[in-house]
């Protein structure tokens, strides 16, 4: 089991930036992935982007490219979520998960292990 703890999120101006953490601890040697997923207001959650922690391979959403980059830090376990550029469509809660199988990193379904949430509320 890998436990998840994310920070950084909170209330910014359109064309604003944020930058997320989220700190793994546990089983943290058998993960083979990390990503941040979002979820506004009755809408299904979606990925936002992804990293194979072994060799970097990032991945994001068409929505998001250009504007948000996700980044490891080896050592510490921990992924970042930089932001910049952001849009009042942009906010959700923003969630941070992690996985240990090679399904796709895209699929929300196959991540096991999820943070609480940070909530990122971008105004216009």
């Known amino acids: 089991q890998v436990q998840l703890a994310e920070s950084g999120g909170g209330l910014v101006q359109a064309g604003g930036s944020l930058r997320l953490s989220c700190a793994a601890s546990?089983?943290?040697?058998?993960?083979?992935?990390m990503a941040w997923f979002r979820q506004a207001p009755g809408k299904e959650r979606e990925f936002v982007t992804g990293?194979?922690?072994?060799?970097?391979?990032?991945y994001y959403a068409d929505s998001v490219k250009g504007r948000f980059t996700i980044s490891r830090d080896n050592a510490k376990y921990t992924a970042y979520l930089q932001m910049n550029n952001l849009k009042p469509e942009d906010t959700a809660v923003y969630y941070c998960?992690?996985?240990?199988?090679?399904?796709?990193?895209?699929?929300?379904?196959?991540?096991?292990?999820w943070g609480r949430g940070t909530q990122v509320t971008v105004s216009s």
């Open positions: 990293i194979k922690w072994n060799g970097g391979f990032t």
């Open positions: 998960a992690a996985k240990d199988n090679l399904y796709s990193v895209l699929d929300v379904a196959s991540y096991t292990n």
């Open positions: 546990g089983r943290t040697f058998s993960m083979h992935a």
